[in-house]
Structures are given as C-alpha cells and as structure tokens.
C-alpha cells in the first residue's frame, strides 16, 4: 500500500467517528427553527434535554425557549439572541458565542468547557457576549470570554479555575481580560489561574471567592467586597483596591505578586 493511500484512510479513519457525532443531534436544524417561528408570544419553546449538538444556531432567536439540561456540545450560537432562555445545566462545551445574547438567561450549573466568545483582550469588544443579569451560579466555565459583560450576574460558587490535567488543552486558562464584572456576585467562585486583567469589578461581591494564582494585573476592584477571599500568588500588578470591604479578613495577600505595585 503506497502512502498515499496510508494516510488517506489513515484521515477517513479519524473523521469517521467526529462525523457520527457531529451527525448526533436529536432535531435537525429545520425543525428547531420551525419550532421557534410557530411559538405563540408569551410560549415558551421547549427543547429540554434535547440533542442539540453541533448544529448551526448562528443569530437564531430562541424567544425564551425552554433548553434546560440540552446538549449543545460544539454548536454555533454566534449572534444567537438566548436572552431569558432557561439554559439551567446545559451543555455548551465547545460552544461558538461571538456576538450572543444571554442577557437574564438562566444557565446555573451549565458547562461552558472550551467555549469561545471573543479569541483574545485584543479583539473588538462589541464581539464579545452579553451574559448580564444571567445566573451563573455553579456553572463550570472554562472558556476565552475576554470583554465578555457579566454586569449585575451571579457567578456564585461557579468554577472557572484551571484544574490538573489541563496542560495540553487550550485554553489553558480561564480568559476574563477585560470582562465587565460590575456589580455582580462572586462570592465563593473560584478563579484559580484565571486571567482577569483589565477586568472591571467595580462593586463586585468576592466574599470567598478564590482568587489563587489569578492574574488581576490593572483590574478595576473598587467598592466591591473581599471578606475571606484567598489571593495567594495573584498577579497585582496595578489592581485598584479603592473603597475595597472586607479587606482586613482576605487572606494571601502577604503572597500575592506584586502587592506592592497595587492601589490601596
């Protein structure tokens, strides 16, 4: 067998599987968009649980639907309008959200492995996602959501840390850069690792919030509330600590980096 042909079922073999899956979802795109189009205002859509994986959702407009604990590993929602949509334990692994809406949206205990908003703090931020008002709480977020606005949303006890085992995967970070995380509760979400710099949290709620090893380099932290936060190997280069509760009872800080450099 020549080489040629080596690699080429060598490539066949590879995608086969990748293809049944990417072939997995439960509705074809046509009768989700139906499904939509029919929906009477004030009903609510419902798709819970449902196998949406892998489909095209770009700029669809989901009108408050039902997606509680639907699978929507590797789908496209870039412009897609989510807002108010139930999305409580939902799977968006692999997500693309450019441009999505999920303003007021319940996504409690959802995954977001993987899932890309905005590619770097250097992108425009008009591209980023709109998470404001949304619930969080619990969500397990492992996604580049630089510019991302979670103003007013509750990221309570949500995971976005680096965990073991990550070292090959990207991101390999948790990327915040320039998110707008005013006035919304952190307490207990851990952000260990988590790249924050620029981020604006201003009045946020940090109360235990675990910051270990975060990078919080010219993050923006005035008035909000540390009370038993834990900062040992932060970044803090330029944070601003202005007006900051609680200060008295966060720990780590006598080993943070660069505590010196930050605004108290």
Known sequence: MNLTRQLLLAVIAAIGPLAAIAGAAELPLRQVVEALFA???????DFSSKDLSFLDLSDVDFKRANLARANLLG???TGANLAFVNLAGAKLDRTSLARSNFTGADLSRATLYDAVGNLSFAAPAEEAPNFSGANLSGARIFARLSRANFRGASLSNADLGVQRGNELKIPKQTDLAGAILADTDLSGANFAGASLIFANMIGANLK???LVGADLSRADLSGSDVAGAYFEDANLYGTVFKNVKGLGSATGLDKARNR???AF
Not at 39 to 45: D, L
């Open 260 to 262: 010196e450099k930050a």
């Open 208 to 210: 235990g919030a675990i």
């Open 39 to 45: 929906a009477k205002p004030g009903e609510a859509p």
């Open 75 to 77: 789908a496209n929602l």
